[in-house]
């Protein structure tokens, strides 16, 4: 079993900053792709961020130039620098991670059980 267990969020004014890390732990080959999901009240779950292992890198419009992953490969753990947060960027924030568990099994599809990030004035 893999587990994805996220940190960092709360409370924040607008303009301010936090930092989500999600940290993969379990029966863990090697992680292929890494990322940050957001479900806003009465919104479909939209990806934030992406980074996959190649180096790729992906954000959602909405959060370009404010929010950056990065990730350690070695510690399997990703992280979103969110600056410049706007009321719209409150959530539940996801992690998502995409996991081989040995050698010759497919990748498998996980999730973090989120964290709530809110912008108030």
């Known amino acids: 079993q893999v587990h994805l267990v996220e940190s960092g969020g709360g ?7 936090l930092r989500l890390s999600c940290v ?13 999901y957001r479900q806003a009240p ?6 934030v961020a992406r ?3 190649a180096g790729r890198i992906t954000y959602a ?3 370009k130039d404010r929010f950056t992953i990065s990730r350690d490969n070695a510690k399997n753990t990703v992280y979103l620098q969110m600056n ?3 009321p719209d960027d409150t959530a539940v924030y996801y ?3 995409e996991v081989f568990v ?19 004035s």
């Open 51 to 53: 980074t996959h292992i």
């Open 95 to 97: 992690c998502n991670a």
């Open 42 to 47: 009465g919104k479909q779950r939209e990806m």
């Open 11 to 17: 409370l924040v004014q607008p303009g301010g900053s």
């Open 24 to 36: 993969a732990s379990g029966n863990i080959d090697r992680v292929s792709a890494m990322g940050w």
């Open 84 to 86: 410049s947060i706007k």
């Open 61 to 63: 419009d909405s959060v």
């Open 102 to 120: 040995s050698p010759i099994d497919p990748v498998q599809n996980y999730w973090g059980q989120g964290i709530q990030v809110t912008a108030f």
